[in-house]
């Protein structure tokens, strides 16, 4: 790499003496070529990563991402930016804690400060029933190797001496603690494989929005795009809350629903939250940005939605959770608030397979969980596309285990995507 | 100390010099006067340095008179109700007021992370992505706390907020936004026609730009139209009217949501008073009507304190009567903006220069300008204010190059105006692009809302009249009410042209932006430089836009600016659509008076207080209150309660109140088959007299409640819920009735809340109920054996059900009064029990004994279960569908290999078991593979004297007897455990059958 | 958003609560597909973006379930019924010759 190429303090230090001009774009705006051995339909998190561990760890540099307007205007753009691997069910816990040991080295292996920031999440419980349902969680945690504490309320107040203990209608009994969770600077995460992806030879086409597939004999030829046909061997599709419209151009129909989600952010005050707190009596969770912004969110208001807003009743739903947990921020602003568009698949778990057209592989179902799955999403994407066979640690998100019963349903709430 | 007001002008201004007010900034005392905002009380002080920025620590001034402020921030209030990012611009101002300057250290006149400003070079936009990569565990240990302890403006207060806030619904035929003159206009026009009208604004007084401006209306000066209007609409009896009331977000189906400022004006709201309101307001039309907003041109040193939008150096002028300076440059591209040099005449100000960007200035303004002296510079711009907490200077280039310094101590800016149609584009609305106008204006409207007025993008008074009355006619029509005329009052139209400019090259400084975020014009270079070109990727790298102005007055100059560098359109490069709130809104106005005890209601059962004069110990079940259990004076801790309550049971008799359980009446003449639906077992085999336990599943063929039916006539059945299914079951009953199975004749009727129900268990139930139920009814055990149910009267007459029904394995008795009567019952089980040493018993207790008899709880029910898995497979009838059937037969819910639920007890018996443990061979590691299965409920046996549990283990069956580590690492415990029948006690159940 | 109850008048959407895609109906348990069609049935949805009809239940309310149809890209309400006359409709249409 040119030396400006590489992100360094002594890049940013020698720019600094030419006033930043030195820099070459983050990634190139490439126009699409005739065919690639491999196509990805979405430019969000787990698009662009799968694109990234394509290249990198499958020796496939031979791949367009394909973007229907500018990369990361998905969810990887809207989230709460949280990551935590804090599962209970075997098919998720090795797959959300390869997602975390990613998240570990990220910034190293993408040479892009993605600011992963591991300050704690804490789950709250308030009720003894809750706190062994927390316990049974934080054992299969531990079961798997991965980092649980369970709290008890001495335990929470230390971390937390401000929260309402004292007036409060469910009150706090303790918390289930992952110190490795945390939250990661969203944007960055979709720039930083953008970058990577792209300096290893992918193409990322921005202002392509897929129109149809070519399929012929059941097998995958391209795909027809707003700007021209692209011929692909293999395509994958890691479009979120638009899979079922994307996959129904191929004549598929999925267990997904498309819902709203809202999250808020306040306007940016000196911090004194530093991990992520979510509280067990209501819909609420949050954290404080490194601008100071407190930013939470709750409840998805509940109906099939492809508009990216919702209504004023989960707003207040999730606010009443904060006053009711948190009663300092009541002077505190809203400053915006914004819905992505989730991809609520019948159990809560997601579906990373192949699917009946040979060649066409499928990746979705995220819920609202999708952020903290990026990396390891396009892993086990990468895995499966350039190896036709599913990554050990996602073995689980099979598209068929609704008709054989082998639902992923952490929250016990069956096929109902709004409840999950 | 200056406190002379030497800044405030005679003659001018509509604040009342008849009230003066005290106020305090950073500790410095000063008066102001009713009527005033802070920003123009420390103005008419002299005060311009009220902030610093975020990232460089720049001194910053007030650059508006409105709640687009991006600078005049500051911490508002002290201690429980401090508030932190108040804008001073909007601020009224109160006796005793106090606010602080924010992100200063130490002081706001001395702040040494200034120092931030030298190290700018470094610090470019993004430059966090590039570096603190090295080595990895720094970010947390180093880099980010550095960052954090930057982070932030303004401190949260570090106590619960004291004040209280309301939520309220209203409904209009007409909601209008803004009380401009098209606001005014459309409000009057609609109300007079008849229609129910809202007219709501954001400040404490009405009128926008008419108070702020210099204008006459039909012989009126703008105030003087304003009152009469405001008289008019508040003598009409359809009108509300609401200052101080901005809705901030536009909702499905015409609803708005919108906070009224109640008693921000005041120190503290007065007694009971909320400090907010939230507002849900459902408006069959709506007419946005919220003018605009006057857009900064970017130029070196445009932050300097005394560098001011012209539109509100007017407003200071003539609202507040303040000159913000005392000697002034107008830099403008639009006729308006040249026109500030009237008000600055009429205040005294000296105007040293009008610097316009267009080549040519109208005639008249030139003119007017000759008049007063003032030099003209056309074609020309500001390229650099002078000076550092102070604007001293203007540094001008001419048209022709020559650059020249003028002395100043105001700038009074301006580039444009841009039409407030954030609402607009709340719905999926998109803004376009008007390039007479350079500006966007409202686009698609939601159905139901019209723009009307500058908001609109016609910026002219006679427009704004028009537009309005117009907007307020098609209004009212739109619901029926015809006869209001359109009619607006004449006024002489303005000149109103602009010339789109942007940002001035050549700056010697640093030309921000966007100001309270620190990005400079640099910055949106380098975005391009780097690929961030599409709109939202520049707001994204830059953060432009993203402070807490949300870019009103950045947003339109960087999408600009983006545009030129690639030379594309504006709006080829990106739009403004807004996503509420429209400004921010406080948290605790959201969540309004639910919070602490009042966060959800709380349900009480009917004998509630008589568990409390017991001196009960509740507990929340669902939003019940429900008796955990009954300590008694010299009981150490709860356990040595619960274990007498469950041995007093067992023995003797106690009495546990279930109301809270879910009841439903099933009626009907289908009511049998209905309920073989959505039961696996048989109901319509079911005898009238009889009650039988059953179990509901979901149509995925998992477990979802059970409970039990009584048949109290052919077509007449009553079934129970467990308590926290209560409303879910009924949700799924309606739906079956109603959507599954139309044509059934069956009815459902909730009457959870209707009846008050005990459970009467012990060997000495009967010989109590027998002194409750009233004869001739006999409640032997052969007129009344185990599972009958019947409808008596009790107590003397009082209408009764009878259930022998036993959850904790004793002979017992459900009993159910009408609600009103369950005091009475309770105190009367209690009082008629004394003989048979009767006890209440609560919820802790109940789970004992039910642990102790194997059944199913909460815990169990879990929603991933199957009726396999809970050990009730047998109970499903093969005789007929219900729901969950067809599900359920999948083989991964079939899979004989699924844990089922047993029973374990601790090979040492003084080992205390833990819920949420799971199960590992006791040779193996404890490591996922070797998982076999958690444990769900646990408790101490008071009758078996030891530890038990119940849990779900693979193959559990065929594995009784057999030894597993029960492993909890989260608390640090291994235990070794023994499969048993999950049966602990009395497993014939022989107790409750005598 | 509000929702035209037939029963109570037009109240905000807090008082519903939201199953999903009315087009899909409890199949024929004794069908010989019974168990393709009940999968169909729990787990396969169109997702419509656009007009859709979907079942909404009036929790605080009246307890009826509604048959609605919403555009699911605007939220704009065009329908609402009560969904047992709807569903008593669709079994006179699959009764009749």
């Known amino acids: ?43 969000g998190g787990h698009g662009l990563a799968t694109a990234y561990y394509l290249a990198k760890r499958y020796g496939n540099a031979n791949v367009a991402v394909i973007e229907k307007g500018w990369i990361g205007s998905g969810n990887v753009g809207r989230n709460t930016t949280i990551v935590r691997s804090n599962y209970l069910l075997p098919g998720n816990i090795p797959f959300y804690e390869t997602s975390m040991k990613l998240w570990e080295g990220l910034e190293q292996d993408l040479n892009y400060n993605a600011m992963v920031s591991q300050r704690g999440v804490l789950n709250l419980y308030h009720s003894d029933g809750q706190r062994d349902a927390y316990a049974r969680r934080g054992n299969a945690m531990h079961l798997h190797g991965v980092d649980a504490e369970l709290l008890d309320l001495n335990g929470v107040r230390a971390m937390y001496p401000w929260l309402n203990y004292d007036n409060a209608r469910f009150p706090i009994k303790g918390g289930l603690l992952q110190r490795r969770g945390g939250t990661v600077r969203h944007d960055a995460v979709a720039w930083g494989y953008a970058r990577g992806a792209d300096r290893l030879g992918v193409d990322i086409i921005e202002n392509a929005e897929v129109t149809g597939f070519r399929i012929d004999g059941g097998k995958i030829r391209g795909v027809e795009t707003t700007r021209g046909f692209i011929g692909a061997n293999k395509v994958g599709l890691a479009v979120a809350g638009n899979s079922s419209r994307v996959a129904a151009m191929a004549g598929l129909m999925l267990p997904i629903e498309s819902h709203v989600l809202q999250a808020f952010v306040s306007e940016g005050i000196k911090p004194f939250i530093d991990g992520v707190v979510t509280f067990g009596a209501g819909h609420f969770y949050i954290s404080q940005s490194d601008k100071g912004g407190l930013v939470f969110g709750g409840d998805i208001d509940g109906y099939n939605s492809y508009a990216q807003r919702g209504n004023l009743p989960v707003v207040e739903d999730v606010l009443e959770g904060g006053m009711a947990l948190m009663p300092r921020i009541g002077r505190v602003r809203l400053l915006r608030s914004w819905g992505g568009i989730m991809d609520m698949s019948m159990d809560g778990s997601p579906i990373i397979d192949q699917t009946p057209v040979d060649g066409l592989y499928f990746n979705g179902g995220w819920c609202y969980g999708g952020f903290k799955a990026t990396p390891a999403s396009g ?7 350039a190896r036709d066979e599913p990554h050990e640690v996602a073995k689980a998100y099979r598209l068929d285990r609704f008709r054989t019963g082998h639902m992923i349903d952490e929250k016990g709430m069956g096929n109902q995507p709004n409840l999950h | 100390m200056t406190q002379s007001q030497s800044f405030r002008v005679a003659g001018l201004g509509l604040v009342d010099r008849a009230q003066p007010l ?21 103005l008419a002080n002299g005060v311009h340095l009220v902030g610093r920025s975020f990232k460089y620590h720049r001194p910053r001034g007030i650059l508006t008179a409105g709640s687009e402020e991006p600078n005049a921030l500051v911490e508002l209030r002290s201690g429980a109700r401090r508030e932190p990012n108040t804008r001073a611009t909007v601020t009224e101002l109160y006796s005793g007021l106090d606010a602080k300057s924010q992100n200063r250290f130490p002081s706001l006149s001395l702040d040494l992370l200034s120092i931030n400003g030298l190290l700018s070079p470094v610090f470019s936009a993004g430059f966090y992505y590039k570096t603190f990569m090295w080595p990895a565990s720094f970010w947390e240990k180093l880099y980010e706390p550095m960052i954090r302890r930057a982070a932030g403006l303004g401190r949260a207060a570090d106590a619960p907020d004291p004040d209280i806030y309301d939520k309220a619904n209203a409904f209009c035929d007409v909601l209008v936004i803004g009380s401009g003159p098209a606001g005014l206009m459309a409000a009057l026009t609609a109300a007079r026609s008849g229609a129910k009208v809202i007219l709501v604004d954001e400040n404490f007084a009405f009128g926008g730009r008419l108070i702020s401006d210099w204008r006459t209306i039909e012989g009126k000066s703008g105030s003087e139209w304003v009152n009469s209007v405001v008289t008019e609409l508040a003598s009409l009896p359809n009108v509300r009217l609401m200052p101080r009331t901005t809705v901030f977000g536009a909702y499905d189906t015409g609803t708005f949501g919108a906070v009224e400022r109640v008693a921000d004006h005041v120190a503290v709201p007065g007694p009971g008073q909320p400090r907010q309101t939230l507002w849900h307001i459902v408006a069959k039309q709506s007419i946005v009507a919220q003018g605009s907003m006057e857009r900064p041109i970017v130029f070196g040193n445009n932050d300097r304190p005394g560098v001011m ?5 007017r407003s200071y002028i003539n609202r507040f009567g303040v000159a913000p300076g005392r000697t002034a440059v107008v830099f403008s591209n639009n006729d308006e903006a040249a026109n500030t040099i009237d008000d600055l005449v009429r205040a005294g100000v000296t105007v040293a220069a009008l610097v316009d960007t267009r080549p040519m200035l109208p005639p008249a303004i030139k003119a007017k300008a000759r008049k007063h002296g003032i030099r003209v510079f056309e074609g020309a711009a500001v390229t650099d204010a002078v000076g550092g907490q102070r604007v001293s200077g203007a540094r001008i280039a001419a048209a022709y190059g020559s650059i020249n310094n003028i002395v100043c101590d105001l700038i009074a800016v301006s580039g444009g105006f841009n039409p407030n149609l954030q609402v607009t584009t709340h719905l999926g609305g998109r803004p376009q692009w008007q390039e007479s106008l350079a500006a966007f204006v409202p686009g698609t409207l939601p159905k139901g809302m019209s723009v009307a007025g500058a908001a609109n993008g016609s910026f002219s008074l006679a427009a704004c009249l028009r537009e309005g009355a117009r907007a307020g006619a098609n209004a009212a029509a739109a619901g029926g009410f015809n006869n209001g005329s359109a009619s607006a009052p004449a006024v002489e139209d303005e000149l109103t042209e602009v010339s789109a400019f942007w940002h001035v090259d050549g700056a010697k400084h640093k030309a921000f932006v966007d100001q309270q975020n620190d990005v400079t014009a640099a910055d949106v270079r380098l975005a391009e430089r780097e690929g961030f070109r599409s709109v939202e990727h520049l707001k994204r790298y830059t953060t432009l836009g993203m402070a807490t102005d949300q870019g009103k007055t950045s947003n339109v100059n960087g999408l600009a600016m983006m545009a030129e560098l690639t030379k594309k359109s504006i709006p080829a490069t990106g739009t403004t659509a807004a996503r509420p709130p429209y400004v921010p809104v406080s948290l605790g106005v959201l969540a309004g008076e639910h919070r602490g005890k009042h966060f959800k209601p709380t349900r009480l059962t009917p004998s509630h207080d008589w568990a409390k004069e017991q001196g009960a110990v509740f507990i929340e079940a669902g939003l019940w209150l429900r008796a955990q259990y009954f300590p008694k004076p010299g009981e150490a801790d709860w356990l040595t309660t619960v274990n007498r309550e469950v041995k007093t049971v067992r023995s003797a008799v106690g009495v546990c109140d279930v109301s809270t359980l879910g009841k439903i009446e099933v009626h009907g003449t289908d009511a049998r088959k209905f309920l073989d639906r959505v039961y696996i077992n048989m109901m319509s085999t079911l005898g009238v007299g009889k009650c039988r336990y059953g179990m509901m599943l979901r149509e995925d063929g998992i477990a979802m409640d059970d409970g039990t039916a009584a048949r109290f006539a052919d077509d007449r059945y009553f079934i129970t819920t467990t308590t926290v299914n209560a409303i879910k079951v009924l949700q799924h009953l309606e739906l079956c009735r109603q959507w599954h199975w139309p044509d059934l004749d069956v009815q459902l009727f909730p009457v959870s809340d209707q009846w008050a129900q005990y459970s009467v268990a012990g060997p000495r139930a009967r010989d109590l109920l027998a002194k409750i139920v009233d004869k001739p009814f006999d409640i032997s055990n052969t007129a009344f054996p185990y599972m009958a149910c019947a409808e008596i009267t009790a107590l003397g007459g009082i209408k009764a059900r009878i259930y022998r029904l036993s959850f904790s394995g004793e002979l017992a008795f459900e009993i159910a009064v009408p609600a009103r009567h369950g005091d009475l019952l309770m105190r009367k089980l209690m009082s008629e029990g004394k003989e048979f040493g009767a006890i209440p018993y609560g919820t802790e207790a109940l789970g004992v004994m039910r642990i102790e008899k194997g059944h199913v709880g909460g815990s169990e029910l879990n929603g991933t279960t199957t009726a396999a898995d809970l050990g009730l497979g047998k109970m499903a009838s093969t005789k007929k569908d219900f729901v969950g059937r067809v599900l359920a037969q999948r083989p991964g819910l079939a899979d004989p290999d699924r844990p089922r639920l047993i029973g374990f007890r601790p090979v040492d018996r003084t080992a205390r078991l833990r819920g949420g443990a799971h199960f590992i061979g006791k040779d193996d590691q404890p490591i996922a593979k070797n998982d076999q299965g958690y444990m769900t409920s646990v408790t101490y046996s008071p009758m078996l004297g030891h530890w038990v549990g119940l849990g779900f283990l693979a193959r559990a069956e065929a594995r009784i007897g057999e030894i597993l580590s029960a492993v909890d690492p989260v608390r640090g415990e291994t235990t070794l455990v023994e499969v048993v029948s999950s049966a602990f006690y009395d497993p014939e159940g022989a107790r409750l059958r005598v | 958003m509000r929702i035209k109850c037939p029963y109570c008048g037009e109240r905000g959407n807090d008082e519903f609560s939201y199953l999903g895609d009315a087009s899909v109906k409890r199949p024929d348990p004794s069908a010989a597909d019974a168990s393709d069609a009940f999968y169909a049935f729990a787990y396969e949805r169109k997702n419509v973006a656009g007009p859709m009809q979907e079942l909404w239940y009036h929790a605080a309310g009246c307890h009826a379930w509604l048959v609605v149809t919403r555009d699911t890209r605007t939220h704009e309400i065009s329908d609402v019924k009560p969904a047992q006359d709807v569903a008593l409709e669709q079994q006179k249409t699959a009764s009749a010759p």
């Open chain 2, 22 to 42: 005290d106020f305090t900034f950073d500790g410095v005392p000063y008066t102001g006067f009713a009527g005033d905002t802070l920003a123009s009380a420390l």
């Open chain 1, 1 to 43: 790499m040119l030396s400006s190429d590489r992100y360094s303090i002594f890049s940013v230090l020698a720019e600094a003496l030419k006033g930043q001009t030195g820099w070459k774009p983050t990634w190139r705006k490439a126009a699409p070529k005739p065919s690639y051995d491999i196509v990805i339909v979405g430019g």
């Open chain 1, 379 to 385: 892993l086990c994407f990468a895995h499966l596309i």
């Open chain 2, 309 to 313: 939008l012209a539109s509100a150096v």
